[in-house]
């Protein structure tokens, strides 16, 4: 997808710029994904800290050199476009845990599949808004899985602190059902996205992760 925007860019670019509109295109769209970044690690600081964390988170990563050097006209390359979509993706993230809630939604459950799909329908409904942020965040991180393979960082990270709030649930009794509803259906956006891509017989990725 990083490659396919520069192709595009380029042949908007092109009636004004002619050839050098590709070199235009290359050199500058890292420059505009590493300041869009800024915005959603601003919103998470902020939502997660307050105003002031956010306003310092922001200034922060703005200046970060290894973020400058890879979003900037002195490095044109794909990570400005990979970290914007991940960042994306836990901010949207940690807003559908903020919306999920804490209170039994399920009677009861079990392994069954019906149980689950059965789940799965009840979350959706209660949680609407936890449901569609989930949404969101495995699109992002689907987007960034069509441009750099080494996309699983993201939902790795997310998967420790998943586990994490899971095994401290059992230890507290307290249902997961909620949580895991919202996590399945990030992966499963995010798997979905990849699929046709990653399962093509000319890239067969799906089962090789050596590339």
Not at 21 to 45: D, K, M, N, R, S
Not at 47 to 63: E, P, Q, R, T
Not at 147 to 170: H, R
């Amino acid at each position: 997808l990083f490659t396919w925007s520069i192709a595009l860019l380029s042949m908007a670019l092109e009636p004004m710029l002619g050839e050098d509109a590709v070199w235009y295109a290359i050199l500058g769209l890292p420059a505009i994904y590493g300041a869009f970044t800024v915005f959603p690690i601003a919103i998470l600081a902020k939502d997660n800290f307050g105003k002031s964390a956010g306003v310092v988170a922001a200034w922060l990563i703005a200046f970060m050199p290894a973020h400058v050097s890879h979003s900037t006209w002195a490095l044109a390359d794909h990570d400005a476009f990979v970290m914007l979509f991940i960042s994306m993706g836990f901010m949207f993230w940690f807003k559908a845990i903020k919306y999920s809630g804490n209170e039994r939604l399920t009677k009861k459950s079990s392994p069954n599949i019906s149980s689950i799909l059965n789940s799965f329908a009840i979350v959706a409904k209660e949680r609407r808004p936890a449901m569609a942020f989930a949404l969101l965040a495995g699109v992002s991180f689907g987007i960034s899985s069509l441009a750099w393979k080494g996309f699983v960082v993201g939902p790795s990270i997310l998967f420790l602190a998943y586990f994490a709030q899971v095994a401290l649930n059992m230890f507290r009794r307290k249902d997961s059902t909620t949580i895991n509803a919202l996590f399945l259906t990030m992966l499963l956006s995010n798997l979905l996205m990849a699929l046709p891509f990653y399962g093509h017989p000319q890239m067969d990725l799906i089962l090789n992760g050596t590339g």
